[in-house]
Each structure stands twice: as structure tokens, then as C-alpha cells.
């Protein structure tokens, strides 16, 4: 609004420790934690506590952060690692549901006709931008809205291989299922997500 | 040959396992003749990317909204 800014004017960086003790920062990290943390535990209080606990963790070292893209990052990171830990415990004291039994009931999304073939309308299109272009904020809310569409068998297993990397093996042990039964559930996965980003994103590229 | 149901599995557990050598021709015959296929193997990986990018962005997307919301009140 015509305010003018002196060249050599630095931006407006705040330190690491002062973006922990913003609250508008702070309650959208967590949020966007929470979310992560829920959509991967599918427990509501110990989602809860893991993002509490990485929070804290990130307060006691804050000091080295310069940027607040590289504190949530790094944030992440932490939190990404407690939610590993709770999965693995979980495996020793809780009968976990046997994703093995469920993954047959989930139907495939019906993108295929009755010789597995593709659907005329659901075969995939090219993408016109690459994925290294994306720069778009909308696009995240897009994928947000892909991945909590998914069953959530579906959304946990693709998390665990593709956000947090986990190899196929610490998959399978952490929520005890076999390796083709992670297999049928990722190939599920990425079908559905990749039909939802097409109609919700890269259709409207393609079209304009 | 193939039908795409099970060439897109082959694919998918392509980011998965070493694929064999016998699999991987199988893929390559059914994607000469399939255009949703083709474009299916390049969006394997780029959903990977995506997945990965993902913490990154949201946290850029924070960073900026923040700067613009603090940037003009700080210089009050």
C-alpha cells in the first residue's frame, strides 16, 4: 500500500527462538502437526503427545535455528521419529488390527474395467507440470484433501513409506502386516491419489 | 500379455523391490502399446516427490504468510 521499501532494508527475519514464542507460528505448526500425527497414530490423545513432545524438544535446542523454514523442517523431523518409536512400541502391548484382513475389503477404486483394463475416463493423463514447478500453496490443500480421502489403512501405509521413508521392511514389522499386503495397500494408495490430483489439479492445467 | 491392473502393481512395488529382469520387459512390452500406463509409471515417482516435498512447502507457506503478517505491525 505504497509503503516504500529502502533498498538494502533486510526482510523481516525473526530469530528461531522468537518464531517458538509466536503464537500465530506456533498454533499452525502444531495444527499441521496434529494432523500428521493423527493421520499416522489414528489415536487422538497419543497424536497429542507426540506433538507435545517433539514441540519441547525443539524449544530446548531452538537456539542454532536460523530460519523458520529449516526450525519446522527440523520440527518435523523430531516428530516424525516419536511417531516411529510409538508405532514400534505399540506392536509389543497392543493387539493391533490387522491391516491384512481389511486390506481385501477395500475395494479398488473402480478405475479398472472387469479385464483390468483402464477406464476410458480414468486413464491416467500426462501431467503438464512437473512436479519440481509446483509452487502453488492451493496445490497443498489439494494433496491434503487426496490424502484424507484415502481409506486410512491406505493414507497410514503411504505416509510411512513416502513422507517419513520408511523402508517396506520396518513397514511390515512396525503394524504387522506382510510385505504383499503393504504392496496391495501402497498400489491402492497410489492409484487413488494420483486420480484425485489429476481431477483436482493437473486436470485444470491440462485444460487451460 | 499384461492387463494395467497388474502392470500398475508391477510398477508401484517397483518403488518397493528390485523388479526382475523378466518383470521389467513385461512392463516395457505393455507400455509400448498403453499411453495410461506410461504416464502412470511417471507419476509413480512423482507422487514420492510430492509426498516429499509436502512438510517443506507447508513450512515455506508459513514462513511467508508469517512475514506478511508481521512485516508491516513491526514496523509500526
Known amino acids: 500500500m505504497g509503503e516504500s521499501v529502502l533498498p538494502g532494508e533486510a526482510p523481516v527475519e525473526q530469530s528461531a527462538a522468537s518464531h517458538l514464542t509466536d503464537p500465530v507460528f506456533l498454533d499452525d505448526l502444531r495444527r499441521q502437526m496434529l494432523k500428521f500425527a493423527v493421520l499416522q497414530l489414528d489415536n487422538e490423545a497419543q497424536a497429542e503427545d507426540a506433538v507435545q513432545e517433539a514441540l519441547i524438544g525443539a524449544l530446548k535446542n531452538v537456539a542454532s535455528f536460523e530460519r523458520k523454514a529449516a526450525l519446522k523442517t527440523w520440527v518435523f523431523a523430531i516428530l516424525k521419529h516419536k511417531i516411529t518409536d510409538l508405532l514400534r512400541y505399540r506392536q509389543r502391548w497392543v493387539d493391533v488390527e490387522k491391516p491384512s484382513d481389511s486390506a481385501d475389503d477395500e475395494t479398488l477404486p473402480s478405475v479398472f474395467d472387469t479385464r483390468g483394463f483402464w477406464h476410458q475416463e480414468d486413464r491416467p493423463n500426462r501431467w503438464a507440470q512437473p512436479v519440481e514447478a509446483i509452487d502453488d500453496a492451493h496445490f497443498w490443500r489439494v494433496f491434503e484433501v487426496c490424502l484424507e480421502d484415502l481409506p486410512p489403512a491406505q493414507g497410514r501405509v503411504f505416509m510411512m513409506r513416502e513422507f517419513i521413508e520408511l523402508d517396506s521392511d520396518e513397514i511390515c514389522q512396525s503394524i504387522d502386516i506382510s510385505a504383499s499386503n503393504l504392496h496391495v495397500l501402497l498400489h491402492r494408495a497410489r492409484l487413488r491419489l494420483r486420480r484425485c490430483l489429476e481431477e483436482h489439479w493437473f486436470c485444470e492445467e491440462a485444460a487451460s | ?76
Open chain 2, 1 to 76: 500379455m499384461m492387463n494395467c491392473e497388474q502392470a500398475t502393481r508391477l510398477m508401484s512395488d517397483g518403488r518397493e523391490r528390485d523388479l526382475t529382469i523378466r518383470e521389467r520387459a513385461a512392463i516395457k512390452m505393455h507400455n509400448l502399446l498403453c499411453v495410461g500406463c506410461r504416464n502412470f509409471n511417471v507419476q509413480v515417482h512423482d507422487l514420492g516427490r510430492i509426498a516429499r516435498r509436502y512438510a517443506k512447502e507447508q513450512g515455506e507457506e508459513t514462513t511467508n504468510s508469517i512475514r506478511d503478517s508481521t512485516g508491516p505491525s513491526s514496523k509500526e
